[in-house]
């Protein structure tokens, strides 16, 4: 057992280096804060990073959602079918562009939406695929994509957890419209940001001008559109943890094989998978707390917050069924089984790239005690 004066394990920890502090102090000196060079020094360090043709940054993640389908040209009653278990985002940015949102249930080992539960909601109203990658795990792209391409479906992937996973020899984000985002305590961060990928030519033009109002020389407007800029304030610290990401995130794999391996063999604890094919950041190490686990997930959550170690519940319910989604007229609040038995379950521990081994046994025996598994 750890001491109980240990320090409490946090979730996430945001630790930005020296190499942030002087490209921050370089832009403040350099009388360009808003975007300029190092936005564009961003949108290629990381269009270089994921493989993607072009990348365009704009101010959060929902923003990259909301321009993704914006640039869709969608028309009202139009269609987009999207994951139930995801942050609120997903479903706010559906809304925002105008469309209606659709809901095909995940698969309960990647939490993402798969090719056979989408087929079913396909219709004459569908007009887009929003997958969301989950806790840094790509969706089943290569069946996503089919159903895309049989149907000629705009495919926007909601990336937001999933800076560099892949599926298929192919990074999240290369597969359709890629919107990540770049949140504080997201894999990598600018504080508030968002990045939007593409391999389309018209597409990339399409955003950059929808970000700047529609303009695409000053004062000459081609669509009404909006100020989605990032600054380069925010580019300053972001770019210069695009050079240790790889290493980070080796870290974070690291600590979900110890976790796992840790953690093996508890009855009723379901240990999340990096499944075939895929390469898994770890945004989040999310447990399963079945019926035959001896504490109920929320039991489970108190008794490892008593203990110091930071845990959270992502997400405590499916998207749309919250009191505001309910009576809304372009949520349809489909028929989702998994994803509802799921959000019942979920626990995710800390898998941050901060943790020292030692966090990794104390929340290893913390999880073993408070279920009475032995340590
Ligand atoms: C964080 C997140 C978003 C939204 O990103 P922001 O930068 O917070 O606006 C969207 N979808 C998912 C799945 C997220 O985790």
């Known amino acids: 057992m750890s001491s109980p004066a240990a320090p ?11 190499e942030v502090e002087a490209l921050v102090l370089e832009v403040v000196r350099s009388g360009t804060i808003a975007q300029g060079p190092v936005v564009r020094r961003l949108e290629e360090g990381f269009a270089e990073m994921i493989g993607a043709r072009h990348v365009v940054a704009v101010n959060n993640g929902t923003t ?5 389908l914006q640039v869709l040209d969608l028309r009202p009653g139009d269609e987009v079918v999207t994951s139930p278990f995801t942050f609120a985002a997903t479903l706010n940015a559906i809304l925002e562009a105008g469309a209606t949102a659709r809901f095909a249930d995940i698969g309960a ?3 993402a939406i798969r090719a056979d539960t989408i087929e079913p909601l396909v219709g004459e109203r569908t007009a887009a695929l929003l997958p969301v990658h989950l806790y840094g795990q790509c969706a089943p792209m290569a069946g996503i994509a089919g159903v ?7 495919v926007v992937e909601d990336a937001a957890q999933a800076h560099g996973a892949a599926v298929a ?6 597969w359709g419209t890629g919107c990540f985002s770049l949140y504080a305590t997201k894999n990598l961060t600018s504080g508030e940001g968002g990045l939007i990928s593409t391999d389309d030519d018209a597409t990339a033009d399409a955003l950059r001008v929808l970000r700047n109002q529609g303009m695409r020389e000053r004062y000459r407007y081609e669509v009404p559109g909006h100020n989605y ?3 380069d304030l925010q580019a300053a610290v972001c770019v210069p943890q695009l050079a240790g990401y ?3 995130v080796e870290r974070r794999r690291q600590h979900a094989r110890a976790l796992s391996a840790g953690l093996a063999g508890i009855d009723g604890l379901r240990t999340p998978v990096e499944l075939p094919g895929r390469r898994h950041v770890w945004h989040q190490y999310t447990v399963l707390v079945d019926d035959a686990c001896r504490l109920g997930r929320d039991e489970l959550v108190e008794e490892l917050t008593r203990r110091g170690i930071g845990c959270g519940v992502y997400y405590p319910a499916v998207a749309f069924d919250h009191r505001c989604y309910l009576d809304h007229p372009r949520v349809v609040a489909d028929e989702v089984p998994v994803a509802r038995a799921v959000a019942a379950r979920c626990l ?4 941050h790239a901060h943790l020292t081994g030692t966090d990794v046994e104390r929340i290893v025996d913390a999880v073993r005690d408070a279920v009475g598994a032995g340590t």
Do not use: K, N, W
């Open 169 to 174: 020899g192919r990074s999240a984000g290369t």
């Open 64 to 68: 990259a959602l909301v321009a993704a």
């Open 229 to 231: 800029r990032m600054t």
């Open 8 to 18: 409490p394990i946090p979730i996430s920890v945001v630790r930005l280096g020296p």
């Open 148 to 154: 895309a391409e049989r149907h000629d479906l705009a």
């Open 246 to 248: 790889d290493a980070q």
């Open 109 to 111: 080992d990647d939490f």
């Open 348 to 351: 995710s521990l800390p898998v």
